[in-house]
């Protein structure tokens, strides 16, 4: 397996990565237990840009290396993996936004709220480079009969 392929599967990864913890946290902020009603405070704007810079700015980084790497002979497996990355970005964003409407009003902040909505856009693109792998055709290489 190529180091092209080998990066795309550790961009998925880190695309699943970075939905879990999403998901985690706005979990979290649905059902918040009791500790957090007697004056602890809870602010989920830093643990999003830290999951954002620890999850999903490495794994476009390395989807867009992979994809510069096979760009030239295209690659099929690249191809998928970088689809998939962007797919599963576009659906746990997708459910992250339906559970903005049940977070509490006290975690409500423009991060929280605007953030699924800034990768959802951001994930086409992403399954769009995917995409341009599966149409490039391998070039066939000339024969020399003499």
């Known amino acids: 397996m190529g180091i092209e392929k080998w990066i795309a599967a550790v961009s998925l990864a880190l695309f699943v990565m970075f939905i879990g913890e999403m998901i985690s ?6 059902d918040v237990q009791s500790d957090f009603e007697f004056g602890l405070d809870f602010d989920a704007t830093p643990k999003i840009l830290q999951f954002i810079s620890i999850g999903v700015a490495p794994a476009s980084i390395m989807a867009g290396l992979s994809y510069l790497m096979s760009r030239h002979y295209g690659s099929k497996p690249v191809g998928y993996l970088i689809i998939a990355g962007g797919i599963v970005m576009l659906i746990g964003m997708v459910y992250c936004y339906t559970l903005v409407d049940k977070i509490e009003d ?27 792998l599966l149409k490039i055709k391998k070039k066939r ?5 003499f």
């Open 106 to 132: 006290r975690f409500l902040s423009d991060t929280v709220t605007f953030v699924p909505i800034l990768f959802m856009i951001l994930s086409i693109p992403v399954v769009i480079v995917g995409s341009l």
């Open 141 to 145: 290489p000339k024969k020399e009969y």
């Open 25 to 30: 946290i706005y979990i979290f902020m649905t």
